[in-house]
């Protein structure tokens, strides 16, 4: 794999867990994360919505991928597939940032009840070895 293919692949990884995050940002408020954070929520975003799209996925890929590969004519519905690759992460974040903005128990549970960074989060911020000076 080339440079350029391997750098799309991240791209395309990593995109649903950033529109999910910016999407829930969006109404609930940044509160003081840093690109490492940023990261392994884009990371960890993109797992969760992979795993629930894991199946429909699948079942494109198994009965469309030689005609993909072979460049052959597709259904026009397979087009509403980027199309809902975007969007639906934008929903998702969105609704459970609204929903936490507005106070609403599944989402207070779900994104947490507080989303300012803890006593926790600064130990580690800007100090790798935990706190402690490193040797």
Request: glycine fraction near 12%.
């Amino acid at each position: 794999m080339t440079g350029l293919g391997a750098a799309t692949l991240v791209l395309v990884a990593l995109l649903p867990g950033a529109l999910f995050v910016w999407s829930f940002e969006r109404w609930a408020g940044r509160f003081g994360i840093g690109l490492q954070d940023r990261a392994l929520r884009f990371v960890g975003g993109s797992a969760v919505l992979l795993s629930m799209t894991a199946w429909p996925l699948y079942w494109i890929y198994a009965n469309y991928w030689d005609s993909l590969a072979n460049r052959q004519n597709l259904p026009p519905w397979f087009w509403t597939v980027p199309i809902l690759y975007t969007i639906v992460p934008l929903v998702a974040g969105g609704l459970l940032g609204f929903g936490w903005k507005k106070n609403w128990s599944w989402a207070r549970h779900v994104g947490g009840s507080d989303g300012t960074p803890r006593a926790w989060d600064h130990l580690f911020q800007d100090r790798p070895a935990g706190g402690f000076a490193a040797s």
